[in-house]
């Protein structure tokens, strides 16, 4: 009977690779860290949003309301961050294996989609304006976005400081950073009217927020929607890994290659591998896994290892049907190598 091993590798355990070499006493300092840095940028935003709100109803002006409108966006992001990052902090219990650590996930998919529905009524409002264009005082428009400027520059820099391989934290800076271009945008406007009494500039600058919204929004709905689909993360081509697995030595066939993302930042890989027989399995493993985590950074590896049967060794071929397969419903391709390359 042929030998059997299953084994799993963790970057916790192993401290290999980007993810593995972090203890949790650091990981703690750094989320602290990163949500003091969000309560910072929270707190200026806040403060602004409602002193602009009150300008741009006595000023007239949409671009100054949107700005606004903007803010408040990323207002909610931000808490939406800071909440997530709470529950995905909490370990893994009971029926959540994983812990909540997509609630990240969530708190981006929220803010993507947040982006895209204010941007489609910015636009409206943009476009009925374009038709028929109010008044605006540009002088007070111009003054404030000055200031909304700065006010951005600093909640900005406050979230740069925050870890931004996470996609929740992302998703908050792409709020910021998209209503600090809003802002320019409306000083530009501004000065146009202030200058040439050109009140649609106002909102001309508008619909250019607008498209910054649209595309900040589709990227953190494309990203966090990849993770929810366990899609492999972006960059990495299962289908190389495998030919990459099946090609090191006693290794005869890779087959449910399964390759996805926990949270942004934290992959992990499962697989099934077939060796010679009389292969060291516990070897083999151990090779697999290093290769793994050093040239890929994947430390959260499950691989079951089992010894070929003969008749797999003579059925394999490039390109030949499952029939040789060691399982019958294999998941996804099957990665032979021809025996004589070992």
């Not at 609630?103 to 529905?117: D, M, V, W």
């Not at 111009?142 to 700065?150: E, K, N, P, S, Y």
């Not at 050109?198 to 589709?218: E, H, P, Q, S, W």
Request: glycine share 10%.
């Amino acid at each position: 009977m042929a030998h059997r091993h299953e084994d799993h590798q963790h970057g916790a355990e192993g401290g290999h690779g980007p993810e593995g070499g972090h203890g949790g006493h650091s990981h703690g300092v750094s989320a602290d860290a990163d949500r003091r840095w969000l309560a910072l940028a929270l707190a200026l935003i806040a403060t602004f949003m409602a002193v602009e709100v009150v300008i741009g109803v006595l000023a007239g002006s949409l671009a100054l309301l949107s700005d606004a409108a903007h803010m408040l966006t990323d207002a909610a992001s931000i808490v939406l961050a800071l909440v997530a990052m709470r529950l995905a902090a909490r370990p893994a219990k009971g029926s959540y294996t994983y812990g909540l650590k997509r609630a990240e996930i969530l708190s981006a998919q929220a803010n993507g989609l947040t982006l895209l529905l204010l941007g489609v009524w910015l636009a409206y409002e943009a476009v009925r304006r374009l038709v028929s264009p109010p008044e605006v005082e540009g002088g007070l428009m111009l003054a404030t976005a000055l200031v909304g400027i700065v006010v951005n520059v600093v909640a900005a820099w406050c979230i740069s400081k925050a870890n931004r391989s996470s996609l929740n934290v992302e998703g908050a800076y792409q709020h910021i950073l998209n209503d600090l271009f809003a802002f320019i945008g409306t000083a530009v406007a501004a000065l146009i009217v202030v200058l040439t009494g050109f009140d649609r500039a106002d909102a001309i600058a508008t619909l250019v927020v607008v498209a910054l919204m649209v595309k900040a929004g589709y990227g953190l709905l494309r990203d966090s929607g990849r993770i929810f689909l366990e899609a492999a993360p972006a960059g990495l081509d299962p289908d190389a890994l495998g030919d990459r697995l099946v090609s090191q030595p006693l290794v005869v066939e890779v087959h449910d290659l399964h390759v996805w993302q926990i949270t942004s930042g934290q992959a992990a890989l499962s697989a099934h591998v077939l060796v010679e027989p009389g292969g060291d399995c516990h070897a083999v493993r151990r090779a697999l896994g290093e290769l793994l985590s050093d040239d890929y950074g994947i430390t959260h590896t499950t691989l079951q290892v089992d010894h070929a049967q003969e008749p797999v060794l003579q059925l394999a071929r490039p390109g030949a049907a499952d029939d040789g397969s060691h399982c019958e419903n294999a998941h996804g391709p099957v990665h032979r190598d021809e025996p004589h390359d070992h």
